[in-house]
T-cell receptor
Framework: EPEVTQTPSHQVTQMGQEVILRCVPI?????FYWYRQILGQKVEFLVS????????KSEIFDDQFSVERPDGSNFTLKIRSTKLEDSAMYFC????????????FGNGTRLTVT | QKEVEQNSGPLSVPEGAIASLNCTYSDRGSQSFFWYRQYSGKSPELIMS??SNGDKEDGRFTAQLNKASQYVSLLIRDSQPSDSATYLCAVNAGNNRKLIWGLGTSLAVNP
């Protein structure tokens, strides 16, 4: 069964550093998402992406965050200057359609900011 | 503020019993409803999706949706110890593409 893959599985970085989280969505999916989950808290929506542009973003997704689809397969999340509160699990997801279509999640990247 | 609420549990059931998990949501415009299972430290794994009122069955799992009451539930029949996990309810935010998530219900199935 096709799956969403994310790398790295764990990233440790110092406060103020830039990080790039990488994802390869399922190949025939058209909609891509980033969610995050701080330990013990709810899963939170960050951004959705379709047709090479952001379709929606949350208030969490401020100027420190950006997404890119640099080629036909990768989908990346960049955090320009990490803060301690950015420490979380970051999940990439993809879906075939925007409505009535389940999201398929990658295994996540655990980001630890020290 | 659109919300999804779940009892955090833990819900403890004996092996072979039926586990019943509940979820309420605030946005009457929501159209898509999902149940995900999450093991500790892992990503959410889709269990069921439901889009119209009534019941939807898939193996040991049954999702029930009542849009008038803004309520969605998940029944797990013949519960197994491997079903022990946190069950997350996720609801689309009306016409938006994003999902709003509950905090999850922790389920423990005791052998």
């Amino acid at each position: 069964e096709p799956e969403v893959t994310q790398t790295p599985s764990h990233q440790v970085t110092q406060m103020g550093q830039e990080v790039i989280l990488r994802c390869v969505p399922i190949s025939n999916h058209l909609y891509f998402y980033w969610y995050r989950q701080i330990l013990g808290q709810k899963v939170e929506f960050l951004v959705s992406f379709y047709n090479n542009e952001i379709s929606e973003k949350s208030e969490i997704f401020d100027d420190q965050f950006s997404v890119e689809r640099p080629d036909g397969s990768n989908f990346t999340l960049k955090i320009r200057s990490t803060k301690l509160e950015d420490s979380a699990m970051y999940f990439c997801a993809s879906s075939q359609q925007v409505y009535n279509s389940p999201l398929h999640f990658g295994n996540g990247t655990r980001l630890t900011v020290t | 503020q659109k919300e999804v609420e779940q009892n955090s549990g833990p819900l403890s059931v004996p092996e072979g019993a039926i586990a019943s998990l509940n979820c309420t949501y605030s946005d009457r415009g929501s159209q898509s409803f999902f149940w995900y299972r999450q093991y500790s430290g892992k990503s959410p794994e889709l269990i069921m999706s439901i889009y119209s009122n009534g019941d939807k069955e898939d193996g040991r799992f049954t999702a029930q949706l009542n849009k008038a009451s803004q309520y969605v539930s998940l029944l797990i029949r013949d519960s197994q110890p491997s079903d022990s996990a946190t069950y997350l309810c996720a609801v689309n935010a009306g016409n938006n593409r994003k999902l709003i998530w509950g905090l999850g219900t922790s389920l423990a199935v005791n052998p």
